[in-house]
Antibody, heavy 118, light 110 residues
Framework: QALLVQSGSELKKPGASVRISCQASGYTFTSYSMNWLRQAPGQGLEWMGWIDTASGNPMVARGFTGRLVFSLDTSVNTVHLRINNLVFDDSGVYYC???????????WGQGTPVTVSS | QSVLSQPPSASGTLGQRVTLSCSGSNSNVGSNAVNWYQQLPGTAPKLLIHSQNQRPSGVPDRFSGSKSGTSASLDISGLQSDDESTYYCAVWDDTLGVPVFGGGTRLTVL
């Protein structure tokens, strides 16, 4: 069955960068876009953007423009999220999620907790 | 501040039917199919309903979705203890050009 496995938790200082990985298995990787979502502690879900796994074209949500970099490695069915210039409010759990179409995210990674602390 | 509005909490008793609401606007709920997610504490969200009223494989038919105008609803019948979760509505927003979420409703089963 389709599965997404993310990299482990991260502890970073303000101003640093973090890279989170998400490896897919059990389906044709390039047939579905991959999305990234964030959940701040005790808060709801926030969509950050997506990457077209067939073309590599990214789309970053307006509030994150300039600090996010999406990339992929189709040889190992993996997408990466890099967040530059971390601030305290970037703390939370980051999820990758497969889009089955029309924003319906049907397969999710287990989440990667990121803590930004000085 | 979420684009979609959901009541922060709801409750029901075992076996009861509950309805969770999600309010949006013409550019999102009024124009596109709504998706619903269930999130148990400490776990990733799970797609519960997509395309307004379609259930992914494995989701019991106790869960159903509907929409009227700019409001959507998730009905849960025959409430069970493991339905105690947070439920999020989500939909594509034509004006923003992105998917938007509600703030979530935490359902307590009494």
């Amino acid at each position: 069955q389709a599965l997404l496995v993310q990299s482990g938790s991260e502890l970073k200082k303000p101003g640093a960068s973090v890279r989170i990985s998400c490896q897919a298995s059990g389906y044709t990787f390039t047939s579905y876009s991959m999305n990234w979502l964030r959940q701040a502690p005790g808060q709801g879900l926030e969509w950050m953007g997506w990457i077209d796994t067939a073309s590599g074209n990214p789309m970053v949500a307006r509030g994150f423009t300039g600090r996010l970099v999406f990339s992929l490695d189709t040889s190992v069915n993996t997408v990466h999220l890099r967040i530059n210039n971390l601030v305290f409010d970037d703390s939370g759990v980051y999820y990758c999620a497969r889009d089955r179409g029309f924003g319906a995210f049907d397969v999710w990674g287990q989440g990667t907790p990121v803590t930004v602390s000085s | 501040q979420s684009v979609l509005s959901q009541p922060p909490s709801a409750s029901g008793t075992l076996g009861q039917r509950v309805t969770l609401s999600c309010s949006g606007s013409n550019s999102n709920v009024g124009s596109n199919a709504v998706n619903w997610y269930q999130q148990l504490p400490g776990t990733a969200p799970k797609l519960l309903i997509h395309s307004q009223n379609q259930r992914p494989s494995g989701v019991p038919d106790r869960f159903s979705g509907s929409k009227s105008g700019t409001s959507a609803s998730l009905d849960i019948s025959g409430l069970q203890s493991d339905d105690e979760s947070t439920y999020y509505c989500a939909v594509w927003d034509d004006t923003l050009g992105v998917p938007v979420f509600g703030g979530g409703t935490r359902l307590t089963v009494l």
